[in-house]
């Protein structure tokens, strides 16, 4: 039979607790499946190419959808213009109408790329906390994205700032984290449950002072 000594060796070199054991947050939350969510906890659906061995995400977070509202609105108004505004420009009115279609599709393609572009910016343009590391995805195009990250340990301090009438109803503001890396600075900017982050992040930063007391290791 092993003896408590052993007991406690063994306990002392597992590997990282599940998420859920150290976490309130994630605990809390739960498992998020859907890939369209702005606070998204073990999304398990999600990877990224420079993930470490055994590193796993813990929070995706993208920009709350309220700040999508105003390329939408321009949309919009893209969409309904050659309905309702062309037919009363004259030079438009005296078109052939095989050459008014024409016209009508380009733009109609032309706002769906912008709408398309929009999406996209908003969807990769993300922050990931992972049980290892802070990592912040800027992406610019499909041909250029830049990333930068730190790790848990380097991380010295965390401020939520939350303004706005509508953004403290919605619980959407920004999160900012020191770091004693060479990216001195992370904003996280307009995401949901800013409060909801900074905890998760001080939890992570708190277990990550339990494993090197407890000697424990990947």
Same mark, same amino acid.
């Given at each position: ?57 813990? %929070? *995706?977070?993208?920009?709350? &959808?309220?700040?999508? +509202? ?5 949309? @919009?108004?893209? /969409?309904?213009?050659?309905?309702? %505004? *062309?037919?009363?420009?004259? &030079?438009?009115?005296? +078109? ?5 279609? @024409?016209?009508? /599709? ?37 041909v250029f994205k830049h990333s930068s990250f730190a790790q848990i340990d380097k991380i010295q301090d965390v401020d939520t700032q939350v303004g706005g009438v509508l953004y403290s109803l919605l619980d959407v503001g920004d999160v900012i984290v020191q ?40």
């Amino acid at each position: 039979m092993p003896t408590s000594q052993a007991k406690a060796k063994a306990q002392s070199q597992r590997v990282h607790r599940h998420p859920t054991e150290y976490s309130s947050v994630l605990a809390k939350h739960g498992e998020c499946a859907n890939i369209l969510h702005s606070f998204a906890t073990l999304p398990p659906e999600v990877g990224y190419e420079a993930l470490l061995d055994e590193e796993k995400i813990l %929070l *995706l977070l993208r920009q709350h &959808p309220i700040t999508n +509202l105003h390329w939408m609105l321009i949309a @919009v108004v893209m /969409l309904i213009t050659p309905f309702v %505004l *062309l037919p009363f420009f004259p &030079p438009f009115a005296m +078109l052939p109408v095989a050459f008014k279609f @024409v016209l009508i /599709l380009f733009w109609l393609l032309f706002t769906s790329g912008f709408v398309l572009e929009r999406f996209l910016v908003w969807f990769y343009n993300c922050f990931l906390i992972t049980d290892e590391r802070v990592i912040d995805i800027d992406f610019f195009s499909l041909v250029f994205k830049h990333s930068s990250f730190a790790q848990i340990d380097k991380i010295q301090d965390v401020d939520t700032q939350v303004g706005g009438v509508l953004y403290s109803l919605l619980d959407v503001g920004d999160v900012i984290v020191q770091t004693a890396s060479e990216i001195p600075q992370f904003e996280i900017e307009k995401v949901p449950h800013p409060s909801q982050v900074t905890k998760l992040l001080n939890e992570l930063m708190y277990e990550e002072e339990q494993e090197k007391i407890e000697g424990r290791t990947r």
